[in-house]
């Protein structure tokens, strides 16, 4: 009965160890919890609303039935619809972003650390790759009507190959899945990654860095914030 007993418990810890890897946002305890952005409380996501003060329009939003605008050197935008913009979706573990695209725009390689994605292309035609930790390059020409999924932390882009611009409608497994672009972060961080550092990263010379760094300066016009 003893062994039963131990192994039992031992089970039963593993367990408790080791979901929490498996899970992305914890799950919520009651009915909802609208964000409160005015709270000086600080905890993992938003303080909640008070259940008699949510409204309706806590629970609807029209943040994605629009795009935003292109116009910057990657030529996409990032329509982002999580827990900030939407009240609602505040520890419900849930998100969603519409990216547009210019004729030739990309989506840079990135990585979302939060959270593993969905996403749907509504319009265009666009390359999606994603890359494995082994280097492993999976990619397809995906057109309007065709999905992709996009493992949690895995380095990922989109491309529209055109004619014409494209849409994609992306879901998260996290209210603030996160972002991390390779191009940004490497080249345009505050404060800088030291230039020898990249040189010897790369296996070019510093002027070549200082080139590329030169063209991330205060940089914010990628237009995405978690796609």
């Given at each position: 009965?003893?062994?039963?007993?131990?192994?039992?418990?031992?089970?039963?810890?593993?367990?408790?160890?080791?979901?929490?890897?498996?899970?992305?946002?914890?799950d919520?305890?009651?009915?909802?919890?609208?964000?409160?952005?005015?709270?000086?409380?600080?905890?993992?996501g938003?303080?909640?609303?008070?259940?008699?003060?949510?409204?309706?329009?806590?629970?609807?939003?029209?943040?994605?039935?629009?795009?935003?605008?292109?116009?910057?050197?990657?030529?996409?935008?990032?329509?982002v619809?999580?827990a900030?913009?939407f009240?609602?979706?505040?520890?419900?573990?849930?998100?969603?972003?519409?990216?547009?695209?210019?004729?030739?725009?990309?989506?840079?390689?990135?990585?979302h650390?939060?959270?593993s994605?969905?996403g749907?292309?509504?319009?265009g035609?666009?390359?999606?790759?994603?890359?494995?930790?082994?280097?492993?390059?999976?990619?397809?020409?995906?057109?309007?009507?065709?999905?992709?999924?996009?493992?949690?932390?895995?380095?990922?882009?989109?491309?529209?190959?055109?004619?014409?611009?494209?849409?994609?409608?992306?879901?998260?497994?996290?209210?603030?899945?996160?972002?991390?672009?390779?191009?940004?972060?490497?080249?345009?961080?505050?404060?800088?990654?030291?230039?020898?550092?990249?040189?010897?990263?790369?296996?070019?010379?510093?002027?070549?860095?200082?080139?590329?760094?030169?063209?991330?300066?205060?940089?914010?016009?990628?237009?995405?914030e978690?796609?």
């Open positions: 009965m003893n062994t039963i007993y131990e192994l039992f418990l031992c089970t039963t810890l593993l367990i408790l160890v080791f979901l929490p890897c498996y899970q992305a946002d914890p919520p305890l009651q009915d909802f919890c609208v964000a409160d952005p005015t709270s000086g409380i600080t905890v993992n938003f303080a909640c609303k008070a259940a008699r003060a949510a409204r309706s329009s806590d629970f609807f939003s029209s943040a994605i039935s629009k795009g935003g605008s292109t116009d910057n050197p990657n030529g996409s935008n990032a329509t619809m999580d900030t913009v009240p609602g979706l505040n520890t419900l573990g849930v998100s969603m972003n519409r990216v547009d695209f210019e004729e030739g725009g990309i989506n840079p390689p990135h990585v650390p939060r959270a994605e969905v749907y292309v509504a319009e035609i666009l390359y999606v790759g994603i890359l494995s930790t082994e280097n492993k390059l999976y990619s397809k020409i995906l057109k309007a009507g065709e999905s992709f999924v996009m493992p949690r932390g895995l380095l990922h882009f989109q491309y529209n190959m055109g004619p014409g611009k494209a849409t994609q409608f992306v879901s998260f497994n996290s209210q603030k899945p996160g972002i991390v672009f390779a191009p940004q972060t490497l080249f345009g961080s505050k404060p800088e990654i030291p230039t020898e550092i990249l040189a010897k990263a790369f296996r070019v010379d510093t002027d070549t860095i200082e080139y590329i760094k030169s063209k991330f300066q205060d940089d914010c016009s990628s237009g995405v978690a796609a």
